[in-house]
């Protein structure tokens, strides 16, 4: 757990100093070339600062041990913080499309933008292209949601400046400066777009869900190996950031003793274990084989063996 706090603070200030370089460059470029979409593409670099700040802080909550309030830890600031970051693009995303709709509509005409917004367009491309690998590439490493949305958003960066480059090249080929606004409003939409999927993707998480269902199958073949244990059954999982909870029943032969059926117990669960990576606890309930109960509250079942 230290080592992958380690990765995910290193991936942070790796993306607050590149950020803020590309941030600073294309702000300041973008007024004196005056583009807005080279503008409203720095603020976004901006936004990203921001974000990165947040995992930072939000990386030392995690790290802080279980306690009386919090007896399965800090993790779930992690998807917090996830979410926190999805409304701030949003937010940029917001601000940015008011202004590019209150430019197409001014009746001022609207000025070519200088030749340089092309060169820090192509700057901010090879930029971003590094800071996404180097998110992406930690982020399944240390299985962070929050590197993994942060690498998207650089992805979708990438894209947005090939955007930006493509209609600032349309307008010096074309001699039409009303595609620059053009092309910072669609960057708007994009960046609206993604703040969106950011939050969905996160709010699984904290709605106790969990998408990649097969983990079930994985979990009733792990069990269908141990003796003794049988009709895997309201079986559940969630998580903790990268970590995984499992709540589980079984039944064994009734007339075992308790010893004996705690055996089987501990046996299911360092079965699920060898098979799931990041597993955080297993809570193994046992049952009576061939018990039957009504009103049980909802949970995945496997075949009866």
Known sequence: ??????????????GIV????????????GITSESLAVIGDGIDSTTDILSFLIILFATQIIAKEPDKTHPYGHHRAEPIATIIISFIIFFIGAQLLQFSVQKLV?????????????????????????LAFTQFSIGKKTSSQM?????KNMLNDIFISLGILIGLAFAFWFNTPI???????????????????????????????????SIYNQIFEAVSKVAGAHNPHRTRIRKLASLLVIDIDIEVDRDL????????????????KAVLDNVYDVSVHIEPLGNEEHGEKYGVCGKKI
């Open 1 to 14: 757990m230290n080592n992958r706090l380690s990765l995910i603070t290193i991936a942070a200030w790796a």
């Open 18 to 29: 590149g950020n803020l370089i590309l941030a600073v460059l294309k702000i300041i470029i």
């Open 106 to 130: 001014a009746a001022k005409p609207v000025e070519l933008p200088s030749i340089t917004a092309i060169y820090i367009t192509i700057i901010s491309i090879v930029g971003k292209i590094i």
């Open 147 to 151: 590197l993994i949305a942060n690498g």
């Open 179 to 213: 595609l620059d606004p053009i092309f910072a409003l669609i960057i708007s939409l994009w960046v609206l777009i993604t703040a969106i999927k950011i939050f969905l993707e996160t709010n699984t998480e904290l709605m106790e869900g969990y998408e990649d269902t």
């Open 257 to 272: 003793t308790v010893e004996k059926g705690h055996a089987i117990a501990v046996e299911v669960e360092n079965a699920i």
